[in-house]
């Protein structure tokens, strides 16, 4: 995305990375999987710390994987995990989603997860994405529905956690619903061949309730969407100390569980 036009909700705090730290090829791109074989050339957008672009480079090797965003924090990170893993065949730079700075036809593969709900132009990042992938090539991309959230038992914190970051992501003018409209963006990019699928991310062990509802707790009190929801007018910091207060009783039931839809598509250019 680019940082002259658009606004990155979450922004770059540490319970933001938290999470994206945690995204695998597996747990997050599974659909794109069948289409990544050895010597596959791969363009990673909006690959923030880079745990799903390493695990493209290691499924492609030999060939190379480019993973980019528009800010340097969470490429430092994917830099030195790289350096760690002893990956070789990828490389991070900056990037804007909008003007890619790479000849046409330069990828077999090109894929964002996560970005195009953050955009106020989904349409024109596809016509890009599409721009640099080669005849034949894949786009991919994946992206959240917060109207098909879905969570137990019942929580009128949480209802308004999410009621307030919907406000917050239209205030921005994105789209937290983007995951239903992924087919229709990329038709209207252009894209006549489009395979449309979907899958969830689930939270329900003690576990898997204290990392998810914790980062979340964290992300209310302290990320750039708490200081976009408050610049808006839209909360009090009060309500926040609620809203994460919120979290924390649905980590503690037993009962808890919370489900992420999630829509995709793989269009052919």
């Known amino acids: ?8 909700l979450h922004g770059h705090h540490e319970s933001v990375l938290r999470s994206h730290r945690w995204r695998t090829a597996e747990n997050s791109a599974a659909y794109l ?6 010597g596959t050339s791969v363009l990673d957008i909006g690959c923030g710390p880079g745990t799903i672009t390493l695990d493209f480079a290691t ?3 030999p060939g190379r994987v480019l993973g980019v965003d528009n800010v340097e924090a969470p490429l430092e990170i994917a830099r030195a995990e790289a ?3 002893g990956t070789d065949n990828v490389t991070f730079a900056r990037a804007d989603v909008y003007e890619l700075p790479y000849a046409d ?3 077999d593969v090109v894929h964002a997860h996560q970005v195009l709900q953050h955009l106020t132009d989904p349409v024109a990042a596809l016509r890009e994405m599409r721009r640099v992938c080669r005849p ?3 786009v991919a991309a994946r992206d959240a529905d917060y109207g098909g959230i879905r969570w137990s038992p019942d929580n009128p914190g949480l209802q308004r956690w999410l009621a307030l970051y919907r406000d917050v992501a239209h205030h921005n003018r994105a789209f937290p619903d983007a995951g239903r ?3 229709t963006w990329a038709r209207a990019a252009g894209f006549s061949d489009v395979t449309c699928s979907a899958s969830v991310w689930c939270f329900e062990t003690p576990e898997d309730r204290a990392w998810w509802g914790g980062l979340w707790a964290d992300r209310i009190r302290h990320s750039s969407f708490a200081e976009q929801a408050l610049g808006h007018g839209l909360t009090t910091r009060d309500e926040l100390e609620e809203l994460a207060a919120a979290w924390h009783a649905w980590i503690d039931s037993p009962d808890g569980w919370f489900a992420v839809l999630n829509g995709e598509i793989r269009c052919r250019p």
């Open 59 to 61: 499924l492609v090797a």
């Open 1 to 8: 995305m680019s940082a002259n036009t658009d606004t990155y």
């Open 105 to 107: 036809h330069s990828f």
């Open 181 to 183: 409209s992924l087919k």
């Open 33 to 38: 999987i069948p289409h990544l074989r050895p």
């Open 83 to 85: 350096a760690e893993r």
């Open 136 to 138: 034949g090539g894949v």
